[in-house]
């Protein structure tokens, strides 16, 4: 009787399946085959004693998901259809063989539907995030294809460096290393039957195994290069614990691994079965997960033996392991190659983040167009965050690292601003939550680390490698023995010396926070842990008072390579010890001796209190550090670059000049124009902009629904907005600046959500004549007081150049010849090669005009009324801008453009001035 149940139940199970399949695809095959099972319970019920005489309900199996999965029950979004799909599959893998075992098709579904439902979602466990909502994404939809290089390291990574270690990459001493191309993992292993996998930490050595079964489980082998093959995903630790049981072979192991998700189908003839027809691909994950190392050498044993007599039936197989302790078991067989993972690089990290927000924002809202644009702008922000801080870079350079950050950033924490709690996550991360995890079978695959003692010892053993190896970060292993057994005799350790060994050996191994990264030296696994856990020593040190870290820190102002330990530091004091009126002093004691070179102690200051604000320092601390600023942005004495750097906190911390808003009068009259200096005349007075219109000032207009309101465009403006303009007879180039940005990107400026860009106090980018048009439109009808006949407009040639030479027709607007310190030009660094960008409005008061008019020359291009070309189709613009070199900048040069153009160096000034007929 229990058997026929059981045959029964198994016949509904595939009949269930074949439903679904006809159900997505109307298919006559499929309905015969459902009638004939039908048929065969029908029979099967006539012959039994007792006759079943009601449906059995189907078995809602759930899935029981270990650390590193995510359980799910039932049906997911699309796994009716998807489900379904494994049946076809199942049939379609099998069709060309004559397997001896009965029920192979249906073990071989409830195996691949196992496989879906098991690792479907990506697994967020052991990141040390919490959310009131748990979030499920989809692991297909976040993948981001990994690339290796086909060789191994010297040490436990990579050498000095590329970028997962912040240090440039040499050999060791002046020359750089030379190393492979690296190759999309997938393609190596379309290329070999055998492939070890290695990597640091995180670097998406399981998540890629688990890609490759789902996308072999849902029959999509053909589309990623591998074909039709049968994935066999399992840990490797957990066969390790069956060795040291009992004696059990490979291929027996994985049938006993799998016994439990198919009830009484037949795993293991199955796997027999696949492996007799080379048609197995097997995923043996986390090699270093065995940590005695006797066990380890036994498993690589059984494993290379496994490989060596199936590999000739034409299966394939892929072994994966940290990069730490794999030398010592290092595996040898004809066809077995070794690659190693390597960084993201940018196109992978926003790939990534791209794939991320779009994931998250459809969970929350479903494929809508807010989900979009909500996904549009997160992208964006991570984006900057990212790219803004060279130690946030540097951690974004693995899957696990960037995954955390990610979900750091929905959490709300500010970046890169607030990067001390990333990195304070990050290493409790590594050190104990997802080191628990990450593995497939769920269990730690080491012993617990003690995570505040561990970073009371890391903490000081960091800010000694800092100080004899800054920006470098590598020590000879006997040397850091030799610290770790003084920090553990400071610390009363009755036995320093084996304390020192075991410690090295657990962070190495459990942690994987310090390697060794070639022969005989160690390093942190990134610059960026080195730097902060250095940070950690020196706020630690302080014991609740500020003069011995200034002590510490001041000597290093102006250090490039002590700058994000400084900042990190304060940080530590302010947020993460809760001590913002240490924190305070300490930002104050800088602008107060200013230490270092001249400037330098300002600004380190100022970009302090920004990580910290709110909360970080005391607003009292805040209001005179950016007193302090003004005076440094608008030095002459001070390095041009720093003299930006000011700028741009400033904004930030939300200051801005008082007369932002003003105008300054220009009274009517005569005035030398031109480079031949030749007399012209303005009947009437007018009244000029003061500064060129800030994001500041022009976000108002934004937030007021300019952009959608018909009333401030001109009609071919309004065309621009809507994207009706492309239906008219252009030029060329005219066409190329439509097609660079689409209607739907004309709601705000083209570069408004750029950071450096986009700065409150810096001028307003990427705006074309038409936006210019109509923000004097708006603001036309929010000034009251204009005199009769007035209006707010874009100044005409003569009214620009009016109000930049003064009367005399001056060839800069401070006078004679270029000064570099008085405007923002190409030729305004002592290199020769700019400033990088735009910089605050009120940077340069040695190149205000007679008239009292600010940055008339150089910063932006600024968008006048009058047009170039007699056929009216290019319209002039004045002053020069950041990219542009000193002779551009002369009051008298007049450039042209579209009006359809909107550059990184172009915005407006307006000026109150007689109305004008087009």
Partial sequence: MADQQKKITQLKQKIQSLQALQKA???????????????????????????????????????????????????????????????????????????????????????????????????????????????????????????????????????????????????????????????????????????????????GKTTFLKYLALRLARGEGEQIGLGDWLPIIMPVAAYANALQSKDVPLDEFIAEYF??????????????????????????????????????????????????????????????????????????????IECTLVDFEEDEIEDFVTRWTSALEKQAQGSTAVARADAEGDRRELLDAISENNGVRRLASTPLLLTILALMKRQGVSLPERRVQLYDQYVSTLLSTWNRARSLSGRAPGRDLDEIQTVRVLAPLALWMHEVSPGVGLVNREDMRRKLE??????????????????????????ALLLERGPGEFGFIHLTFEEYLAAVAIALGGQGSSKPIVDVLAPHIGEQTWHEVTLLTIGYLGIRQQLPKV?????????KSKPGPVGEAVVLAGEAVLDTWPGGVPPQSRERVVRELVPVMQSPAIRPDLRRRAGLLLGRLGWHPADLDRFVEIPSGEFLSGLKKETQVIPYRYWMAKYPVTNYQYARFVKEGGYQTREYWSDDGWDWRTGKYEQRELEPVERDWLDHRPADRRGTPNYWHVENLSNPIFPLVGVCWFEAEAFCNWLAKKIVAVPENYTVRLPTGLEWERAARGTIGQEYPWGEGFDRNAANTWDSDPADSGLGGTTAVATFPQGVSPAGAWDMSGNVWEWTRAWYDEDKRYRVVRGGSWMGYQWFARGSFMNWSTPLMFNDDIGLRVVIAPRLEE
Avoid at 486 to 511: C, K, M, N, W, Y
């Fill in 583 to 591: 924190a305070g002093e300490v930002v104050e004691s800088f602008v």
């Fill in 486 to 511: 003084e920090i553990f005799t400071e610390r009363g350790d009755a036995s320093p010396q084996v304390a020192a060994r075991q410690f090295l050996q657990d962070v190495r191994d459990h942690a």
């Fill in 259 to 336: 016994a439990g998700i198919g009830a009484d189908l037949p795993i293991g003839p199955m796997l027999h079965e696949a492996l007799k027809a080379g048609r197995a691909l097997i995923l043996l994950d986390g090699l270093d997960e065995v940590r005695d190392i006797n066990l380890r050498n036994t498993v690589v044993e059984r494993i290379t033996d496994f490989y060596a007599f199936h590999r000739r039936g034409g299966n394939k197989f892929v072994l994966t392991s940290r990069i730490v302790g794999y030398r010592a078991v290092r595996p040898s067989a004809d066809g077995l």
């Fill in 25 to 203: 695809e109307q298919n006559d095959s499929v309905a015969a085959k459902i009638a004939e099972l039908e048929a065969q319970i029908e029979a099967i019920e006539k012959n039994s004693v007792m006759a079943i005489t009601r449906p059995v309900k189907k078995r809602t199996e759930l899935v029981r998901a270990g650390d590193s999965s995510v359980a799910v029950q039932g049906n997911v979004a699309d796994s009716t259809i998807i489900h379904a799909q494994t049946v076809v599959l199942a049939e379609r893998f099998w069709q060309n063989f004559e397997p001896a075992v009965p029920d192979l098709r249906v073990a071989t579904t409830a195996y691949l539907n196992y496989l879906l439902d098991r690792h479907y979602f990506l697994s967020l466990k052991g990141m040390g995030v919490a959310d009131r909502v748990p979030i499920k994404l989809n692991l297909l939809d976040l993948y981001v294809p990994l690339k290796a290089r086909m060789e191994l390291p010297e040490g436990e990574t990579w050498s000095r460096g590329l970028s997962l270690a912040g240090r440039a990459p040499t050999d060791g001493g002046t020359h750089p290393l030379h190393l492979g191309e690296p190759l999309p993992v997938l393609d190596i292993l379309c290329d070999y039957s055998g492939v070890v996998v290695l990597g640091d930490p995180g670097a």
